[in-house]
């Protein structure tokens, strides 16, 4: 038996599908493999009874006449895949230094991605009582959502499609501040609050139910989860892989525009805002431009007209896309200037 971090495994595919429990059940039927320089794992033929992942070192794989040759290092920043990746292989594989190999039983894995699959179908199919009596799905629910419910049908039904049920309890902890950001979360049932922690103190800065999407900024923004989150009772969420996200939701969500084109839109009845947080205005602001720090905004404070459209403007080139995001979600015409503040011409500025 092995004992590798969770966060681990969920680099692994198809591993980065099971929530905690399972691959907790999983661990007992891992082990690792030290492949010399020169062995083989597999060879041609043959039909392993584990699926091997490449931790540390190099393979080679070699089709059966030799006139193929194919290298195998560890995966950086993305899904490792299993190895032999057809069965029975079509190629030799042997380590060209030596290497650190994990090995999962198969027939086990596949038990757990079946009951797994069983029960996010059920769960799917279950229907939810709302507080006017109301019965909705889960992906009536996910289509009803701010934002998801502007896309096309076959957008949203892509989307859900990449979404994974999961059920949570009261106290449970959704997201930690500072982690990095991995999954997008969309609640269906149940309450959860969100916390943001500095200098030992906890201040809680908003709340959600049902329909609500949580993730949404540190996926965008690329950088760690900026709060904690936590469920107050028991619930449900729709869970979405992060790189899922960014195909399926980000590019309907976050419009980029660049200056001409963003001059243009103004020009025609449009507005600038400026996010900056005053300590970043360093006495440049821009003409006739709203001014409204990012976190006004992120709080669902912003009151503008639905009817225009409008060009956010960060200092940091972070936070204009998920302000743009936040109010294409709740309906109106947004879009974060590429370059932020240092793509205008100084004839867009004025003295503060």
């Known amino acids: 038996m092995v004992e590798l971090e969770l966060s681990r495994l969920k680099t692994i595919y198809p591993l980065n599908r099971l929530d905690n429990s399972d691959l907790t059940k ?30 540390d070192g190099a393979l080679q794989l070699v089709d059966a006449d030799e006139s193929s040759f194919e290298s195998v290092t560890p995966v950086d920043g993305g899904e490792s895949l299993p190895l032999p990746f057809i069965a029975p292989s079509m190629q030799r594989c042997f380590a060209l230094e030596d290497s650190q190999i994990l090995c999962i039983n198969r027939l086990r894995l596949d038990e757990i991605m079946a009951a797994s699959r069983s029960l996010e179908n059920q ?40 979404t994974t049920p999961m059920a949570l309890e009261a106290g449970d902890i959704l997201i930690e501040q500072g982690d990095p950001a991995d999954y997008w979360y969309m609640l269906v049932e149940g309450k959860c ?70 001059r243009h839109k103004v020009h025609k009845g449009g507005n600038w805002i400026d996010v900056r947080m005053p300590r970043e205005v360093h006495g440049r602001r821009i003409k006739g431009a709203l001014n409204i720090p990012h976190p006004i905004i992120r709080a669902k404070l912003f009151s503008g007209s639905s009817e225009k459209t409008y060009v956010v403007v960060c ?38």
Request: a negative charge; proline letters at 5%.
């Open 193 to 262: 609050e969100v916390w943001f922690q500095r200098d030992g103190n906890s201040v809680k800065i908003n709340e959600y139910g049902p329909g609500g999407s949580i993730g949404d900024d540190a996926l965008i923004s690329n950088l760690p989860r900026n709060a904690s989150v936590h469920m107050t009772e028991p619930g449900t969420v729709l869970r979405m892989d992060g790189d899922d996200f960014r195909r399926t939701l980000k590019p309907y969500l976050v419009r980029s525009i660049d200056y001409v084109e963003a």
């Open 315 to 352: 200092a940091t080139l972070r936070d204009s896309p998920v302000i743009a995001y936040t109010l294409r979600k709740y309906g109106f015409d947004a879009y974060f200037l590429v370059g932020g503040f240092d793509a205008l011409p100084a004839s867009a500025l004025i003295d503060a």
């Open 26 to 55: 999983l661990q007992a039927h891992i082990r690792l493999l030290t492949l010399h320089q020169g062995r083989d794992l597999f060879v041609v033929g043959e039909d392993p009874s584990e699926r091997y992942y490449l931790l």
């Open 123 to 162: 769960m799917r199919t279950m229907r939810i009582k709302r507080p006017d009596n109301k019965d909705q799905t889960f992906e009536e629910v996910f289509n009803a959502a701010p934002g998801v419910c502007n896309l096309s049908a076959a957008a949203r039904d892509t989307a859900y499609q990449c």
